[in-house]
């Protein structure tokens, strides 16, 4: 009897066709002896739909085609269970791809999903919401909604939304942010709450982060005019600076004076005053490259 392994696609993640990947993906297992049960997200009951398929066919695996918040949403319905989840990046940014350090050819992430070892990663509970990877108030998540109506997609359209988003720039934001630290009072232009380094852009935005600590950083960026941006982009983040402060934590609370642009692993959630920050721990395992560290 063959084992079987699940497929979820996204079919409209990153604007691009997902046939080949799919194809692929059915070929290999098909090689590998494995019975592949694919299911295509629509929108509508997706989790409650997964949970019911990984009843029924128990899968070794479950492999995400898609971007940030699908994998998210997998996670999600996968929560009380034991299992792998493998990633084939196919989404417009693909940051946890990017932070995981995964190859860009399809046949390299289907050996990887498919068979490597796996590390067990944090989430963060955002105002009950969950978070794999970055997620920020401010500049970045206005930028992810001029993306969201925009009609063009992957990273030409956020290195278009980004410029557009600095040129129309209005006054920074107010925010009081408490926790097991002394109380910060600051003016800033973005607040990141980060699990992870780096933006699906390739952009790091918190060098020294890991997914499986049991932290998640707060990086502020008090100061964004076009040297501080151009520090970020080319890799050198200014973390010695009076222009940005990061603090490590497993929990925080964060005010602001006025509502403010919110993003979750790229998905614009509106305006907030207050997020309720926590760490959970060791939420998901995911397969890795095996150069990326120890696996298990």
């Known amino acids: 009897m063959k084992n079987n ?46 949970k019911v398929l990984y009843d029924t066919y128990n899968p070794e695996r479950i492999i995400v085609a898609g971007g940030d918040g699908t994998i998210k949403m997998v996670a999600e319905a996968m929560e009380s269970h034991d299992v792998i ?22 046949e390299e992430n289907l050996e990887i999903a498919f068979h490597n070892g796996y590390m067990e990663i944090d989430m963060i509970s955002i105002n009950d919401k969950k978070s ?25 359209g956020y290195f278009l939304q980004t410029f557009s988003t600095l040129i129309d720039l209005g006054d920074p934001f107010t925010a009081t942010i408490t926790g097991d630290f002394e109380t910060i009072e600051c003016t800033a232009r973005m607040i990141v709450i980060a699990n992870s380094q780096k933006y699906g852009t390739g952009v790091s935005i918190n060098p020294n982060g890991v997914m499986d600590d049991g932290k998640f950083e707060l990086v502020i960026l008090k100061n964004l005019d076009l040297v501080v941006l151009g520090k970020i982009i080319s890799g050198n983040m200014p973390i010695d600076s009076d222009d940005v402060e990061i603090i490590s934590t497993d929990k925080a609370m964060v005010t602001t004076n006025v509502p403010v642009s919110f993003q979750i692993d790229g998905e614009y959630c509106g305006t907030k005053t207050k997020l309720d920050i926590k760490i959970l721990p060791k939420q998901m395992k995911v397969a890795i490259p095996n150069i990326n560290r120890d696996v298990i």
Not at 87 to 102: F, K
Request: hydrophobic share 45%; aromatic share 4%.
């Open 132 to 156: 794999i990877h970055l997620s920020d108030l401010g500049v970045n998540a206005e930028m992810i909604k001029n993306y969201e109506n925009s009609n063009i997609r992957g990273k030409w």
């Open 5 to 50: 392994i699940m497929l979820v696609v996204n079919p409209i993640s990153g604007d691009v066709d997902k046939s080949e990947l799919i194809d692929a993906a059915t070929i290999f297992a098909g090689k590998e002896n494995l019975n592949l049960v694919i299911y295509n997200t629509s929108g509508a009951a997706d989790i409650e739909n997964i």
């Open 85 to 106: 989840i493998g990633i084939l990046p196919a989404g417009s940014a693909n940051g946890l791809a990017v932070d995981l350090n995964l190859p860009s050819t399809i």
